[in-house]
């Protein structure tokens, strides 16, 4: 059974004896303050129990699950306080427009707003709290992105180098580029391939199809053997060929193959975007890690440890 945060309570357990201070004044004890912003307790309690909510009862109890979400909280916290000073620094800001944006493309993943509503419940958070976290999120981005301008794009030794290191990443099975026409009745299907070898092959696709890709002619791509069953009988035809009529759950099928490609690896050249944006993403992960640190090592950052160890789990 899962936990929800409400179901989890969140306990201050105080070491020494000396300590009777009331649970309230407890709650509201700092426990990190970076710059002057701070969280207490109480607001390390929620996001804690908000973390925790992912496992079940006695895992949450774990010690070291505990203490992995405190740091992550924190550090989480640290991170978006210096954030806010450099996005301050630099004229950077998140407008209600950009986030009434990503909100309404949010929204819009859920089958209606009861189901978006719902999930917000679920993780005991109001709608005012979600847009503030939101925007949080955003100006991270913004900064991260900031952070990162001057890197320079990746040279082709670079390109080169990675490649050659990472060349198992791009092996490739036998393929096949393939067109593809599906009806949902077998005799419209029959009496389209009857038509198709005296005329195009795309233009049939976008007059007759009912699967997403008519509207590019029918165009799948490149299919590796093995990765859909009904795919696989395209392997026996030879280039420009087409298929007899094919059934699956889907409808019934139509395949042209285009192009076909034999197994082995790919080329540098076919993969350097690929490479271009996993060598970018680490240089801009290297360096936003540089920038974070001497953020740090510049400000006053102050953790009360008694009372971040004193919160613990207890589930009911």
């Known amino acids: 059974m899962k936990i929800t945060p409400q179901a989890l309570a969140l306990i201050f357990v105080f070491l020494c004896t000396a300590c009777t201070n009331s649970f309230s004044r407890v709650a509201n004890q700092v426990v990190i303050e970076v710059n002057g912003e701070t969280m207490t307790a109480k607001d390390l309690a929620a996001q804690l129990a908000r973390h925790l909510k992912k496992f079940d009862a006695l895992t949450a109890k774990d010690p070291g699950n505990v203490q992995r979400a405190k740091e992550e909280i924190l550090r989480v916290f640290i991170m978006h306080c210096l954030s806010t000073s450099y996005a301050k620094a630099n004229q950077l ?8 944006k990503e909100i309404n493309t949010i929204r819009a993943s859920f089958p209606d707003d009861l189901s978006f509503r719902r999930v917000l419940a679920d993780e005991g958070l109001s709608m005012t709290d979600w847009k503030e976290d939101l925007r949080k999120v955003l100006l991270d981005k913004k900064v991260f992105k900031k952070v990162g301008e001057k890197i320079q794009r990746p040279t082709q030794d670079e390109v080169q180098k990675y490649y050659a290191e990472n060349k198992e990443r791009y092996r ?3 393929r096949v580029y393939l067109r593809q026409i599906i009806t949902d009745d077998i005799s419209k299907a029959q009496a389209i391939l009857a038509e198709i070898k005296k005329k195009d092959f795309a233009d049939m696709a976008k007059k007759f199809s009912v699967a997403p890709e008519a ?4 165009l799948i791509g490149w299919v590796e053997r093995g990765s859909v069953d009904i795919f696989d009988k395209a392997f026996s035809l030879p280039v420009g060929g087409i298929s007899q009529v094919l059934e699956s759950t889907y409808g019934f ?3 042209k193959v285009e192009r076909k490609a034999a197994a082995g690896y ?7 975007q690929e490479i271009e944006q996993a060598l970018l993403g680490r240089k801009e992960q290297g360096e936003f890690a ?3 640190d001497k953020q740090i090592r510049a400000s006053r950052v102050l953790r009360n440890n008694d009372v971040i160890r004193a919160i613990t789990v207890e589930t009911k």
Do not use: P, T
């Open 93 to 100: 800001s998140v407008s209600d427009e950009e986030l009434e």
């Open 172 to 174: 490739r099975k036998e």
């Open 215 to 218: 509207k590019v002619g029918g």
């Open 253 to 255: 099928h139509i395949f």
């Open 266 to 272: 790919a080329s540098v050249e076919e993969v350097r």
């Open 290 to 292: 540089n920038w974070l």
